[in-house]
């Protein structure tokens, strides 16, 4: 571990073994590969849980530099993130040249730079659209350093949040276009009061040291102004990302002159802001093969080895990619009834 690391953990150790809770951070770190199950029921075995958080730590300062970065990550997930917040200055620079992950494929750059901005995890049960995510990150390659919107829009369930972080999931795409970062915003339906503090939040996000502002801003307007000014002096050449956008009015908060990728059901939300505009359409069913595929993962077994009666079930449940559990339980009845 990078001294630099190890000293920003050492000197606020205290602050952390006080409130930590061990269990979803090991899982976390677990699930990463950075901590083994041994290790955990060690943690496990201390008596009281600021015992357990040290016990952690300590394991923590043994290891390397990703092993810091995956802590870092389980704090912001499991909201820690004043935790977190005292251990950003520490976090060792990445460089392309970093080992991916075993499992994801993911650099921990990547990793990182996603986790900080809100991006979500990949679904439990998830199949690759290779197509679609190399078409969204052609338009975003378009917006490496200039202002624009790509839009990814399509029925409801076909996927589009998905794709939207599998686009920015890409080192290269990240170093090269969006190296301030990313930030996703989730909009869905609001009004005008639901949109405020949308804003309030994402510039709160955007201003943790408060170095622009202590107070947050009181209307749509300000909160707007407030966003341009960050974006353009704390955050540039970063990507915003709004997803599940349903009206125009409210995408004309963020017309700011940024780069934005957002998805919608409806392509004409971008019919009222400026800039050049990328389009990127999903269509509402994965097909035969994919269905297949989740279905193959979701039950652990090869495609080639389900029996006939899986392309029925696939035909009937039209299933999608967001594999909502909904889904998940209708598939996993009929299998059983098959």
Not at 26 to 49: A, C, W, Y
Request: glycine residues 6%; proline residues 3%.
């Amino acid at each position: 571990m990078d001294a630099k690391a190890r000293n920003c953990l050492l000197q606020h150790r205290e602050a952390l073994e006080k409130d930590i809770k061990t269990s979803y951070i090991m899982d976390h770190m677990i699930s990463d590969g950075f901590l083994t199950i041994s290790e955990e029921e060690k943690v496990r075995n201390e008596p009281t849980q600021q015992q357990r958080a040290a016990m952690l730590i300590k394991m923590i300062l043994k290891k390397d530099n990703d092993s810091y970065i995956s802590f870092y990550n389980a704090l912001l997930h499991e909201g820690y993130k004043d935790l977190a917040a005292l251990l950003h200055d520490g976090i060792p620079v990445v460089s392309s040249s970093s080992g991916k992950d075993s499992v994801s494929g993911i650099t921990s750059y990547v990793r990182t730079v996603l986790c900080e901005g809100g991006v979500p995890q990949r679904p439990v049960v998830f199949v690759t659209r290779k197509k679609l995510v190399n078409a969204i990150q052609q338009k975003l390659s378009k917006l490496k350093g200039e202002p624009g919107w790509v839009t990814i829009h399509g029925m409801a369930g076909c996927g589009k949040s998905v794709l939207a972080a599998e686009a920015v999931r890409d080192h290269s795409l990240l170093e090269d276009c969006f190296p301030g970062g990313v930030h996703w915003v989730s909009v869905g339906k609001q009004d005008k009061s639901g949109l405020l503090m949308k804003l309030q939040n994402l510039c709160t996000r955007l201003d943790q040291d408060e170095s622009f502002s202590q107070r947050l801003p009181l209307n749509i307007e300000e909160a707007k102004d407030r966003l341009r000014i960050l974006m353009l002096r704390k955050h540039p050449r970063s990507l915003l990302i709004l997803d599940d956008v349903w009206d125009s009015w409210v995408l004309k908060a963020f017309d700011n002159q940024c780069q934005i990728l957002l998805t919608t059901r409806d392509k004409s939300v971008t019919d009222s802001v400026m800039g050049p505009k990328y389009v990127v359409p999903v269509e509402s069913s994965l097909g035969k093969e994919k269905g297949l595929e989740i279905l193959s993962l979701f039950v652990n077994m090869k495609k080639a080895d389900l029996p006939e009666q899986a392309h029925s079930i696939i035909k009937e449940c039209k299933v999608v990619e967001r594999c909502h559990w909904g889904i998940l339980t209708d598939l996993l009845h009929k299998w059983n009834q098959s």
